[in-house]
């Protein structure tokens, strides 16, 4: 007899215009500027020949490395989607944006104390600016980049998929060549941070990202958003920030848009083969809707192979779901333990530090572990 909880769900979405009473709007603030595009994302590394080994193997494509510098491509026409300057440790360091309007360069830094970027270290050119977040990463918005010639991609496997009473691929084989999933394009950030209504604010007011869906904590109050970027009637990414509520501000994992499953499946061959840890995948996400495949680099830092995302136009409504695990996950093998908090003795020494400080109540970190506590599949 199966238990109670072993019942086959997913979360209820609400659109904003109809929110039960007690969940929180996530209210936007007027925006300064708006992002196009995600460019680049930027690391210091203590060792940039086994970051560029393990990036070739994931699909990126080499620009150019010095002993203090690595700069790696995908094959779109962005001249840059990863840079990493040789440092003591492995970290993250921020993000690069793209904005339309060389005025809103002079807009934030004005109004928000940007300041000015040397023209020589934006990969490809142009000029920008620099901010920091509340959490002391870096934000370059940038602009005029000159682009790069679009590598060669095979055709996509899945336009000609066969299936019942539809067959468009007659007299034909489905047999990719075995290696690395070359990288598209760089697609979408995820941050965790202990202050998640003040991040939410920063960004939402600094790029102009729109909430699609925000998840709520047991006591009505948003802790993790997907934001897109507002381009009008253009479609774009389900998400290309995704700000998660927790308990310190660190760089959860990036994520780099490949051609087809069977690219995330021969990635996978060729990243096993070469020694790469696996961290979780092949799977498809409920939110956003990516098949998806994760993976370590050298330093334990996650990197994301996904295809096959939603996209939306800046009139779709923000929708709204209770957080738990359940909303990173439809199908393919159950969330990594190393994606749940679980108590330690380092734990319990950051969550004194922040009760202590004011920076997070007991009260939230009693819904927090409500939320992360529950079985993404309580049926298994």
């Known amino acids: 007899m199966p238990s109670p909880d072993a019942v086959l769900r997913q979360s209820q979405a609400y659109p904003e215009s109809a929110l039960p009473a007690g969940i929180q709007k996530l209210v936007r603030p007027a925006a300064l500027a708006k992002a196009q595009a995600l460019a680049f994302l930027m690391f210091e590394k203590p060792d940039l020949a086994e970051t560029e080994r393990f990036l070739t193997d994931f699909g990126m494509c080499l620009v150019s490395r010095t002993p203090e510098r690595l700069i790696m491509r995908g094959a779109g026409s962005s001249p840059c989607i990863f840079i990493a300057n040789r440092g003591r440790r492995s970290r993250y360091v921020g993000a690069a944006f793209t904005v339309a309007d060389p005025g809103e360069l002079a807009r934030l830094e004005t109004q928000a104390g940007a300041q000015r970027l040397a023209n020589c270290v934006i990969p ?19 602009s005029g980049q000159d682009e790069v010639a679009p590598l060669p991609m095979r055709q996509p496997t899945h336009i000609t998929s066969n299936g019942p009473g539809l067959a468009p691929r007659l007299n034909a084989i489905v ?6 999933s070359l990288i598209a394009r760089i697609g979408h950030v995820v941050l965790q ?5 003040g991040m939410a604010k920063w960004y939402m007011r600094h790029l102009g990202v729109i909430p699609t869906d925000v998840q709520y904590l047991a006591d009505g109050s948003p802790n993790l958003t997907f934001f897109r970027l507002d381009l009008g009637a253009q479609p774009t990414d389900h998400h ?3 700000l998660a509520g927790g308990i310190e501000d660190k760089y959860e994992h990036s994520a780099y848009e490949v051609l087809d499953v069977d690219a995330l499946g021969h990635g996978q061959n060729v990243l096993r083969a070469n020694g790469h840890r696996h961290m979780w995948g092949i799977g498809r996400h409920t939110l956003g809707s990516q098949l998806f495949d994760y993976w370590y680099d050298p330093d334990g830092i996650e990197f994301e192979h996904y295809t096959d995302g939603d996209v939306f136009t800046s009139d779709y409504e923000t929708h709204y779901l209770p957080l738990d695990l359940a909303g990173i996950w439809a199908w393919g093998a159950d969330v990594p333990a190393s994606m749940v908090p679980r108590p ?7 969550l004194a530090r922040l009760i202590h400080s004011g920076r997070i109540s007991v009260d939230r970190v009693r819904l927090l572990m409500q939320a ?3 079985k993404s599949r309580p049926w298994l």
Do not use: C, H
């Open 175 to 180: 047999r990719p060549p075995i290696e690395p």
């Open 344 to 350: 330690s003795l380092k734990t319990i020494y950051q």
């Open 240 to 242: 290309t920030l995704v």
């Open 124 to 142: 490809g050119g142009g000029e920008g600016v620099a901010l920091t977040d509340p959490a002391g990463n870096l934000v370059w918005m940038i």
């Open 372 to 374: 992360t506590g529950a």
């Open 193 to 197: 941070t202990v202050d998640f209504a």
